[in-house]
C-alpha cells in the first residue's frame, strides 16, 4: 500500500447532507504519518459526523476519502477498519454482558491483523495493563464505572493495533486526575507512533497533546493552524461567541 | 504498539472452536463441555438400560427439542436475533427428505443430509433478504417466512398439497423393519444432537462466536470494531438451520407422513424459544436444560388426568413467569448466583 | 365483470373490519413498541363475548347493542394484560414482550379450549341485504363495515380532541419528555394498551356477526392484522385502516383470477416483501 508523501488521511471535499441539512460541508485535510490533529468547534459543529464519515458509518454525500493511499469513500465501518483505523466513540458503547478481557480481545482479533484468539489474548492483556485495567479483566464490561469504561472503549481500540486512531472526547465527564491520567495515556501512544485525530472539549489537554488543530463551525472548515494560534484566531473566537461556556474553555485552554 | 510489522504468518492459524487458552480456565480445562458432553451420553443410554421402547421415545422427543433448542440458540441466544420461524427449517427439510425418499426413493441418510442442506440454502437465501432488519421486524418476518412457506406448500401439488406425503410402510424393511427403524433413527438424532452441542460450545469459544456475541450486545458497535456483520449473521443463521433440517427428515421419516399443518407448526417454532429463555439464552448448557425441562414437564402434564386439557394454559404461566421473574433462565440464574460455576456452567 | 365488482365489494366491507383489528395492534406498536401476540386469542374472545351475549344460547341482547359490552370488556381485560404481562417488560429488549404477551395468548387458548371445546359455533343472525345495482351487500356486513368506520372515527376523535388522548400521543412520540411533562405514562400505557385490546375484541364481535368461529379462529386474524400492520407502517393507525382495504380488496379479487387456497401465500409473500425492502410501511412511517 502505498503511502502518499507520508500523508495518513486525506480528505477531499467530504459533504454529508441529512436530508436537506448540511452537517459537514466540503471539509478538505491532509494528516501526516505520526501526527496528533486535534479536531474543535462548537456543539453542533459536526465533528462526530465527521469521525462517522471517516470511519464509514454514514456514507458521505460527496467527496473522497483516502487512507494510507486507498480511496475507501463509501466503505462500510469493517472494511474501513480492515485498513488498519480504529476509533472511540463520545458516549462509551462496551459490550456490555461480555468481560473486559473480551472486548478487548474482539477489539484484537477483528482488528486489520486479524489476530488468532490466543494472539488476541495476548495482546488485549498487554493493552489492559497498559490502560490499567487488567485486574478487572474477568468482570463484566457492564459493571464499569465512566472513567473504567471510558479506558475500556481506549483499549479495545488500541487492541486492533491501529495505524490511525480516533477518539471522540475521550476526557469527558472525567474527573482532573482522570484526565491527566488519560492525557498520558494519549501522549504514549502517540510516543509509539500511531497517528491520532482527536475530538475534545477540554482544551488544555488538547492543546498539551495536537501538533496541530483544525475547526469546525456549522459544518465548514474555518480553521487549521498550531494550537497556539488558533486559540487567537478570531474566527474561531467568533464561532464559539454563541457557546459561552466553551468559550471561556477555549480561552483558558490557550 | 508499532503498527507497520505483517502479523506472523505461521501463528496467525485460527485454532477455531477449541481455542480456549484464550479464556483462562485455571487448572480445570473445558468442565462445561465435558459437563454437556457426559449429560446427554447419560440420558442417550438409557433407553439401552432399561431396555424399554416407552423410555426410548420419551429419549427421542427431549433429544430432538435438546438439538432444535440448541440450534436456535445459535441465532438467538449468541446473536440476539429472535427467530420466531424458525420451525420453518424442520418442517422445509422433513418435506425435501420425504419427497426424496418417496419419489425418488432416496435412502434416508442422503435424504436427510439434503433436508439439511435445503435447510441451509433457505437460510443463506433469508439471511440476504431480512436479516438486515432488526428487533421486532426481523422476528415478524420470520413469521412471515413460515407462514408463506407453509401456505405454498399447502398448494404445491409435488410435496402432496394439504395433505402431504406418505411413507410406504415397505420401505421400513430396508432398515430391517419398523423396529429397528425406530432404534436406528434415535441413534441419528443422538448422534445430532451431540454434534449440535460440540458445535454449539465450539462457536463459543472460537473468534466467529466472538464476533457473534458482539453483534448480540451492540451491532454497530461490533461493526465499528471490524466484525464483518452481514456475513457473520448470515453464517449463524445458516449454521442454526441446518441440523434442523436433517431433523425434519428424521423426525418426519419415523412418522411416515408429513402435512404443512404439523410440519411448520409456529407453536412448536415459540415452545422452542421457550426451551432456549428456560435454559438460559446463550448459554451452551441452557438449551439442554431448558429443553429437558420443558419435555419432561410437558409430558408430564400431558399424562396427568388433571392438568391434560389445561397443559398449554400451563406452559403459557410457566413461560410467563420465566420472562417476569428470571429472564436469564435457569442457567443463568446459577451463574449469576453461584460465580465459582461461572466456567462449569457455560 | 359483475362477479369480480360484486366480489370486490364484498372484500373491502370485510376489509373495514380487518382494519379495525389491525388498527388495534398497530395501536400498542406505536405507543410502546410492543407487538400484542395475544392480539388473536382476544380477537377470538371478541367473537364468543358476541356468542354469549347475543346468541340464542345466550342472553339474546341485539348483537350492535352486546358492541358496547364487548369494548368495556375488552378495554378492561387489555389493561389487566398490561399490568400483569407487559409493564415488567417494557424496557428489556424485544424478546421479553413477545414472549409475555405469547404467554397470554397460550393460556387464554389453553382455558379456552378446555372450557370452550374447538367445535365451530356462529350466531343465527341476519338484517338481510341491499342490492345496488349488479352488487349484493349482505346486511350484517355492511353494517359491520359502517361501524368500523365509526369507531375509528371515534378513536381518532379521542387521540386528537381529548386529554388522555394526546397524553396517548405524546407518550408515543417520546416516553421520557411526557413523563417530564407530567403526563403519568404508566396509566396511559395501560390505557393505549387496553384501547388496543378494545379494537380487536371489537372486530372479533362483529366477525362473529358473519362467520362462524372456534377459540382458534383468531389467528388467522391475527396474521390478517400483521399483513396489514406492514402495509400501512407498524405503530400508524390510519395506514391500518388503509392496509385493511388494501386486504380486503385483495381478498375479494383474487379468488377471481385463482383458487382461493393461493391467496394467503400472495398475503404472506406480500407481507415479507414489504418488510424487506420498507420496513416503515407503504405508507411511510408517520404516526
Keep these: 500500500m502505498s503511502q502518499d508523501n507520508g500523508v495518513l488521511l486525506q480528505l477531499r471535499n467530504v459533504t454529508k447532507e441529512f436530508g436537506g441539512l448540511t452537517a459537514v460541508s466540503d471539509v478538505t485535510f491532509d494528516l501526516p504519518q505520526g501526527q496528533v490533529l486535534g479536531l474543535i468547534g462548537p456543539n453542533g459543529a459536526g465533528k462526530t459526523t465527521l469521525f462517522n464519515c471517516i470511519n464509514g458509518v454514514f456514507p458521505v454525500t460527496r467527496g473522497q476519502i483516502i487512507f494510507r493511499?486507498?480511496?475507501?469513500?463509501?466503505?462500510?465501518?469493517?472494511?474501513?477498519?480492515?485498513?488498519?483505523?480504529?476509533?472511540?466513540?463520545?458516549?462509551?458503547r462496551p459490550l456490555q454482558e461480555l468481560t473486559v478481557l473480551e472486548n478487548v480481545v474482539a477489539g484484537s482479533c477483528y482488528g486489520h491483523e486479524q489476530r488468532s484468539l490466543s494472539q488476541a489474548e495476548e495482546i488485549a492483556l498487554e493493552v489492559l495493563e497498559f490502560l490499567h485495567l487488567a485486574e478487572?479483566?474477568?468482570?463484566?464490561?457492564?459493571?464499569?464505572?465512566?472513567?473504567?469504561?471510558?479506558?475500556l472503549e481506549m483499549a479495545r481500540a488500541l487492541a486492533a493495533r491501529p495505524y490511525l486512531l480516533l477518539l471522540d472526547e475521550v476526557l469527558a465527564g472525567l474527573n482532573p486526575t482522570e484526565i491527566a491520567e488519560m492525557v498520558q495515556v494519549v501522549l504514549r501512544i502517540r510516543e509509539q507512533g500511531v497517528t491520532i485525530l482527536i475530538i475534545e472539549h477540554v482544551m488544555h489537554a488538547l492543546m498539551n497533546v495536537s501538533d496541530r488543530v483544525i475547526v469546525l463551525d456549522h459544518g465548514e472548515l474555518i480553521a487549521e493552524g498550531l494550537p497556539g494560534e488558533i486559540v487567537n484566531d478570531p474566527k474561531v473566537i467568533e464561532a464559539y461567541l454563541g457557546d459561552p461556556a466553551l468559550a471561556e474553555k477555549l480561552m483558558s485552554g490557550g | 504498539m508499532s503498527s507497520s510489522k505483517p502479523a506472523p504468518v505461521g501463528k496467525a492459524i485460527d485454532r477455531g472452536g477449541f481455542d480456549l487458552s484464550a479464556f483462562k480456565l485455571g487448572g480445570w480445562k473445558y468442565p462445561a463441555f465435558w459437563l454437556a458432553i457426559g449429560l446427554i451420553l447419560i440420558g442417550g443410554f438409557i433407553p439401552v438400560f432399561t431396555g424399554s421402547n416407552s423410555w426410548r421415545e420419551t429419549m427421542f422427543l427431549i433429544l430432538m427439542a435438546v438439538s432444535l433448542a440448541s440450534?436456535?440458540?445459535?441465532?438467538?441466544?449468541?446473536t440476539g436475533y429472535v427467530s420466531f420461524g424458525h420451525i420453518v427449517f424442520f418442517g422445509l427439510g422433513g418435506y425435501v427428505g420425504l419427497y426424496l425418499i418417496t419419489a425418488h426413493g432416496w435412502s434416508l441418510w442422503t435424504a436427510a443430509l439434503m433436508g439439511g442442506l435445503a435447510a441451509g440454502t433457505l437460510?443463506?437465501?433469508?439471511?440476504?433478504?431480512?436479516?438486515?432488519?432488526?428487533?421486532?421486524?426481523?422476528?415478524?418476518?420470520?413469521?412471515?417466512?413460515?407462514?408463506?412457506?407453509?401456505?405454498?406448500?399447502?398448494?404445491?401439488?409435488?410435496f402432496g398439497g394439504a395433505v402431504g406425503l406418505e411413507i410406504n410402510f415397505l420401505v421400513y424393511k430396508d432398515y430391517g423393519g419398523p423396529a429397528t427403524m425406530q432404534w436406528l433413527t434415535y441413534w441419528a438424532v443422538f448422534g445430532l444432537t451431540l454434534f449440535i452441542v460440540?458445535?454449539?460450545?465450539?462457536?463459543?469459544f472460537s473468534r466467529f462466536g466472538l464476533g457473534l456475541l458482539s453483534i448480540r450486545e451492540d451491532e454497530d458497535a461490533a461493526m465499528v470494531l471490524g466484525v464483518r456483520t452481514p456475513s457473520a449473521k448470515t453464517w449463524a443463521y445458516v449454521l442454526s438451520a441446518i441440523v434442523p433440517g436433517i431433523l425434519g427428515v428424521i423426525f418426519f421419516f419415523r412418522n411416515s407422513s408429513i402435512a404443512p399443518q404439523e410440519a411448520f407448526r409456529l407453536h412448536r417454532s415459540i415452545e422452542l424459544i421457550v426451551m432456549v429463555m428456560l435454559g438460559g439464552q446463550g448459554t451452551v448448557l441452557g438449551p439442554l436444560v431448558g429443553a429437558t425441562t420443558y419435555e419432561a414437564l410437558r409430558s408430564f402434564l400431558l399424562t396427568s388426568p388433571l392438568f391434560k386439557d389445561l397443559q398449554l394454559a400451563f406452559a403459557g404461566l410457566l413461560l410467563l413467569l420465566i420472562v417476569l421473574f428470571v429472564p436469564t433462565g435457569i442457567v443463568g440464574w446459577l451463574r449469576s448466583r453461584y460465580r465459582k460455576l461461572w466456567r462449569v456452567l457455560e | 365483470m359483475e362477479q369480480l365488482i360484486a366480489s370486490l365489494a364484498d372484500g373491502l366491507l370485510l376489509g373495514f373490519v380487518y382494519g379495525l383489528a389491525a388498527m388495534g395492534l398497530t395501536l400498542i406498536f406505536g405507543v410502546m413498541d410492543v407487538i400484542n401476540l395475544a392480539h388473536g386469542p382476544i380477537i377470538a374472545l371478541g367473537m364468543f363475548a358476541m356468542f354469549f351475549i347475543s346468541g340464542a344460547t345466550g342472553m339474546g341482547l341485539n348483537p350492535y347493542l352486546a358492541l358496547v359490552i364487548i369494548a368495556i370488556l375488552g378495554l378492561l381485560f387489555g389493561v389487566c394484560i398490561y399490568f400483569i404481562a407487559v409493564h415488567r417488560v417494557l424496557?428489556?429488549?424485544?424478546?421479553?414482550?413477545?414472549?409475555?404477551?405469547f404467554s397470554v395468548n397460550m393460556m387464554i387458548i389453553g382455558v379456552g379450549t378446555a372450557i370452550l371445546t374447538t367445535t365451530p359455533r356462529n350466531l343465527v343472525f341476519s338484517i338481510g341485504s341491499i342490492s345496488l345495482g349488479p352488487v349484493t351487500l349482505l346486511g350484517t356486513r355492511l353494517v359491520a363495515a359502517l361501524i368500523a368506520i365509526l369507531v375509528a372515527a371515534l378513536l381518532y376523535l379521542f387521540l386528537y380532541r381529548t386529554q388522555p388522548g394526546k397524553a396517548i400521543r405524546a407518550v408515543s412520540n417520546n416516553r421520557a419528555a411526557a413523563e417530564l411533562m407530567g403526563i403519568p405514562s404508566t396509566q396511559t400505557l395501560a390505557l393505549s394498551f387496553g384501547i388496543g385490546t378494545m379494537l380487536a375484541s371489537i372486530a372479533g364481535g362483529l366477525i362473529a356477526t358473519f362467520f362462524s368461529f372456534t377459540i382458534l379462529a383468531g389467528g388467522v386474524y391475527e396474521l390478517k392484522s400483521f399483513v396489514i400492520v406492514v402495509l400501512g407502517g407498524l405503530g400508524n393507525p390510519t395506514g391500518a385502516l388503509l392496509g385493511g382495504l388494501i386486504l380486503g380488496g385483495l381478498e375479494g379479487i383474487a379468488p377471481v383470477f385463482m383458487p382461493v387456497s393461493w391467496v394467503p401465500v400472495i398475503e404472506f409473500v406480500l407481507f415479507v416483501v414489504i418488510l424487506m425492502v420498507r420496513p416503515t410501511g407503504l405508507m411511510g412511517g408517520g404516526r
Excluded: C
Design chain 2, 71 to 78: 440450534s436456535l440458540n445459535i441465532i438467538l441466544g449468541y
Design chain 1, 136 to 151: 478487572r479483566r474477568d468482570q463484566l464490561a457492564a459493571s464499569l464505572n465512566v472513567a473504567q469504561k471510558k479506558r
Design chain 2, 198 to 204: 460440540v458445535l454449539s460450545y465450539g462457536i463459543k
Design chain 3, 91 to 101: 424496557n428489556a429488549p424485544h424478546l421479553s414482550s413477545l414472549l409475555s404477551t
Design chain 2, 123 to 158: 437460510a443463506l437465501l433469508l439471511g440476504k433478504a431480512i436479516l438486515h432488519l432488526r428487533g421486532a421486524y426481523f422476528a415478524l418476518a420470520t413469521i412471515g417466512v413460515n407462514e408463506a412457506v407453509r401456505t405454498f406448500i399447502n398448494n404445491f401439488d409435488l
Design chain 1, 69 to 92: 493511499g486507498v480511496d475507501m469513500t463509501g466503505w462500510k465501518p469493517y472494511d474501513v477498519v480492515s485498513l488498519g483505523l480504529a476509533r472511540t466513540h463520545q458516549i462509551v
